[in-house]
């Protein structure tokens, strides 16, 4: 009987050991279901942050593309108008050196419609006339009048 008691007592304890394993094993199952849940979570989160952020990336990436074509153009625009005026300049400084080698009074008579046509295009004329000094102080009191 002795025997028979402690096999029941041997039983029962291996009964209490299997509905431990059973609810452990069902409780290692469910903590493996929430960490595979948190990581498809964690997955799909970081899959819309990339995505986000290659969105961002293309149209920052498209903005600095723009300011590239504004500033190209600006700068041909810049350019082109530089040119003009360097031309303008060039020819204008021709034909007052040209004017430079006339006797003082042809200089005089042709000089007001050359400066006339200048300050029609320049916004300070006088400064670059004055620079020029190819009569000295008194042609800069003429060009002052």
Known sequence: KKIQTHLMSLKKE?????????????????HLKQTEAE??????????????????ERLLLARLEELDKET????DENVTKLSEEISRLSDLISEIEKKCQQPISEFLQDIKSTWSRYVA????????????GCWGSDFEGYLDT
């Open 72 to 75: 190209v153009k600006m700068q």
């Open 39 to 56: 990581r498809q979570k964690i997955i799909s989160e970081f899959e819309q942050l990339h995505q986000f952020l290659r969105e961002q």
């Open 14 to 30: 291996r009964e209490k050991l299997q509905e431990i394993k059973v609810t452990d094993t069902q409780r290692s199952w469910e």
């Open 121 to 132: 295009h320049s916004h300070s004329p006088s400064q670059y006339w004055k620079g020029i």
